[in-house]
């Protein structure tokens, strides 16, 4: 019943912007802070940015900070993160899920975004 479909991903090159988008269904999203996540070949998936279930505060990774931006919309049941500025080493599966790692979901199959020129 529960359901992260993430899209939004692509081929850009270094410097553009992407805009991901994480659907959920069939749990009371509103009330659950969320978090993308991705995952570089050979690499362990990593923590890249969350939100509070009221959408108010974010945490963000070093490596993106200042550059990505996360948002929720609790009436969609929709929760976005902006890239701005990629650069080659953000290429990566992205995924989302609830940020209380406890209490995770099946992860879905992610979106893939690749920056290269």
């Known amino acids: 019943q529960v359901q992260l479909v993430e899209s939004g991903g692509g081929l850009v090159q270094p410097g553009g912007s992407l805009r991901l988008s994480c659907t959920a269904s069939g749990f009371t999203f509103s009330t659950y802070a969320m978090a993308w996540y991705r995952q570089a070949p050979g690499k362990e998936r990593e923590l890249v940015a969350s939100i509070s279930s009221p959408g108010l505060d974010t945490i963000y990774a070093d490596s993106v900070k200042g550059r990505f931006t996360i948002s929720k919309d609790n009436v969609q049941g929709v929760v976005y993160l902006q890239m701005n500025s990629l650069k080659p080493e953000d290429t990566a599966v992205y995924y989302c899920?609830?940020?209380?790692?406890?209490?995770?979901?099946?992860w879905g199959q992610g979106t893939l975004v690749t920056v290269s020129s």
């Open positions: 899920n609830r940020r209380r790692t406890t209490m995770q979901y099946s």
